[in-house]
Protein backbone atom coordinates (compact mmCIF):
# COMPACT_ATOMS: atom_id res chain seq x y z
CA UNK A 1 0.00 0.00 0.00
CA UNK A 2 1.69 3.37 -0.90
CA UNK A 3 0.96 6.42 1.29
CA UNK A 4 1.35 9.97 -0.34
CA UNK A 5 2.93 12.66 1.54
CA UNK A 6 -0.47 14.24 1.99
CA UNK A 7 -2.59 11.47 3.46
CA UNK A 8 0.15 11.15 6.10
CA UNK A 9 0.19 14.86 7.18
CA UNK A 10 -3.67 14.62 6.93
CA UNK A 11 -3.32 11.38 9.20
CA UNK A 12 -1.18 13.39 11.37
CA UNK A 13 -3.65 16.23 12.03
CA UNK A 14 -5.98 14.21 13.00
CA UNK A 15 -4.01 12.42 15.11
CA UNK A 16 -2.31 15.34 16.74
CA UNK A 17 -3.92 18.21 15.95
CA UNK A 18 -3.18 21.77 17.85
CA UNK A 19 -6.38 23.00 17.55
CA UNK A 20 -7.37 21.10 21.41
CA UNK A 21 -9.55 22.96 23.30
CA UNK A 22 -8.13 23.93 27.40
CA UNK A 23 -8.04 20.84 29.68
CA UNK A 24 -10.64 20.50 31.95
CA UNK A 25 -9.83 18.67 35.44
CA UNK A 26 -13.54 18.81 36.66
CA UNK A 27 -14.01 14.81 35.48
CA UNK A 28 -12.13 12.02 35.47
CA UNK A 29 -9.47 11.66 32.61
CA UNK A 30 -7.19 9.31 31.48
CA UNK A 31 -3.17 9.78 30.37
CA UNK A 32 -1.11 7.20 28.29
CA UNK A 33 2.44 6.82 28.95
CA UNK A 34 4.45 7.17 25.72
CA UNK A 35 8.16 7.63 27.16
CA UNK A 36 9.95 6.60 30.07
CA UNK A 37 13.57 7.51 31.17
CA UNK A 38 15.41 6.27 34.00
CA UNK A 39 18.27 8.43 35.46
CA UNK A 40 20.42 7.18 38.39
CA UNK A 41 22.88 9.14 40.57
CA UNK A 42 26.44 8.50 38.98
CA UNK A 43 25.18 6.22 36.27
CA UNK A 44 23.28 9.18 34.06
CA UNK A 45 19.76 8.99 31.99
CA UNK A 46 18.71 6.37 29.76
CA UNK A 47 15.58 5.37 27.96
CA UNK A 48 13.78 2.23 29.21
CA UNK A 49 10.72 0.18 29.01
CA UNK A 50 7.79 1.13 30.85
CA UNK A 51 8.06 -2.53 32.55
CA UNK A 52 11.38 -2.00 33.26
CA UNK A 53 10.83 0.39 36.08
CA UNK A 54 7.16 -0.86 37.04
CA UNK A 55 6.05 2.43 35.59
CA UNK A 56 2.47 2.56 34.09
CA UNK A 57 1.45 2.45 30.80
CA UNK A 58 -1.78 4.49 31.46
CA UNK A 59 -2.97 6.81 34.58
CA UNK A 60 -6.34 7.71 35.79
CA UNK A 61 -6.62 10.96 37.31
CA UNK A 62 -9.52 12.15 39.08
CA UNK A 63 -8.74 15.51 40.29
CA UNK A 64 -11.76 16.37 42.27
CA UNK A 65 -11.73 12.84 43.93
CA UNK A 66 -7.88 13.72 44.81
CA UNK A 67 -6.41 10.44 43.55
CA UNK A 68 -4.58 8.97 40.89
CA UNK A 69 -4.28 5.19 39.62
CA UNK A 70 -2.19 2.56 37.52
CA UNK A 71 -5.18 0.13 37.55
CA UNK A 72 -8.62 1.06 37.61
CA UNK A 73 -9.28 -1.54 40.03
CA UNK A 74 -6.52 -0.40 42.26
CA UNK A 75 -7.10 1.93 45.36
CA UNK A 76 -4.29 4.38 44.03
CA UNK A 77 -2.44 7.53 45.38
CA UNK A 78 -3.80 10.32 47.02
CA UNK A 79 -2.69 13.49 44.73
CA UNK A 80 -2.14 16.26 47.64
CA UNK A 81 -1.72 19.34 45.45
CA UNK A 82 -3.10 20.90 42.40
CA UNK A 83 -1.70 23.91 41.02
CA UNK A 84 -2.91 25.84 37.85
CA UNK A 85 -0.70 27.85 35.65
CA UNK A 86 -1.47 29.75 32.88
CA UNK A 87 -0.86 27.17 30.68
CA UNK A 88 -0.31 23.95 32.66
CA UNK A 89 -2.06 21.88 35.54
CA UNK A 90 0.58 20.77 38.40
CA UNK A 91 -0.31 17.56 40.36
CA UNK A 92 1.91 16.34 43.24
CA UNK A 93 1.65 13.62 45.36
CA UNK A 94 4.32 11.44 47.67
CA UNK A 95 4.19 7.92 49.07
CA UNK A 96 5.01 5.83 51.91
CA UNK A 97 8.05 3.10 51.71
CA UNK A 98 6.96 -0.21 50.49
CA UNK A 99 8.17 -3.37 51.74
CA UNK A 100 10.10 -4.16 48.15
CA UNK A 101 10.69 -0.61 47.49
CA UNK A 102 11.11 1.35 51.65
CA UNK A 103 11.99 5.14 50.95
CA UNK A 104 9.04 5.96 49.46
CA UNK A 105 8.68 8.52 46.48
CA UNK A 106 7.51 12.23 45.61
CA UNK A 107 5.80 12.42 42.01
CA UNK A 108 4.83 15.78 40.23
CA UNK A 109 2.73 15.83 36.87
CA UNK A 110 2.79 18.52 34.87
CA UNK A 111 -0.18 18.69 32.08
CA UNK A 112 -0.22 21.18 29.52
CA UNK A 113 -3.69 23.16 29.50
CA UNK A 114 -4.10 23.11 25.80
CA UNK A 115 -2.64 20.09 24.24
CA UNK A 116 -3.19 17.70 27.26
CA UNK A 117 0.31 16.45 26.72
CA UNK A 118 2.21 15.62 30.16
CA UNK A 119 5.56 15.38 31.84
CA UNK A 120 5.48 13.23 35.05
CA UNK A 121 8.55 12.87 37.43
CA UNK A 122 8.69 10.01 40.35
CA UNK A 123 11.61 10.78 42.57
CA UNK A 124 12.99 7.75 45.07
CA UNK A 125 16.32 7.87 46.50
CA UNK A 126 19.56 8.46 44.40
CA UNK A 127 17.00 8.23 41.37
CA UNK A 128 14.12 9.20 38.91
CA UNK A 129 11.62 7.98 36.35
CA UNK A 130 10.74 10.57 34.05
CA UNK A 131 7.53 9.93 32.10
CA UNK A 132 6.13 11.52 28.86
CA UNK A 133 2.76 10.96 27.37
CA UNK A 134 -0.29 12.77 26.77
CA UNK A 135 -4.16 12.66 28.40
CA UNK A 136 -7.93 12.90 27.87
CA UNK A 137 -11.19 13.24 29.11
CA UNK A 138 -13.44 9.89 29.26
CA UNK A 139 -16.25 9.80 27.46
Do not use: Y
Not at 32 to 56: K, M, N, W, Y
Not at 72 to 101: K, S
Request: with cysteine; hydrophobic share 40%.
Amino acid sequence: MKITLKKLFTLGLLLFGSSAAAFELSEPFLCAVTQVHQCRDGFGCEAVLPEDVSAPTFIWVDVKGKHLKTNRNAPGTRINRVTTLENRHILQGAEEGVPDRPDGAGWTISIENETGRFVGAIAVAQASITLFGACTELE
